[in-house]
């Protein structure tokens, strides 16, 4: 990914977010989520939005374990402020397993599961 900006980057101990060229960017880092855990995320998040609705691009390639409540929480209130959701998974298997849980639990918002960050870049200018 590319350079980011030291005014426009927050960091707590499960996630990096920055803001660049409009799209929301969110680096997780080796962690096991739970629901309060998730909570934070979501909560720090908004308040680094200050109320600005953005695209974003999650790479969740690093996560070791998200569990199921904090999963339910993070697809349906995890949404605030968003304008649509690019997750990037690292392997063709995460990105099977991701698309049958968004079949399932079905996103309040435009969700997709990518294996590069710039196809997930493409996707979600068209939500600029």
Known sequence: MTKKDSFSVFENNFVK?????E???GEYKEVVIGLEEAKKIVRDRIIFQQGKLYPAIADI????YVHSDANKYLSKEGNALL????IIVGSHVSEILGNVYLSINKPLLPTKLFRSAEKAKEWVKFFI
Request: glycine letters at 6%; one cysteine or more.
């Open 23 to 25: 799209i929301l960017w």
């Open 61 to 64: 390639r690093k996560i070791k």
């Open 83 to 86: 304008l649509c959701g690019a």
């Open 17 to 21: 977010l920055w803001i660049e060229d």
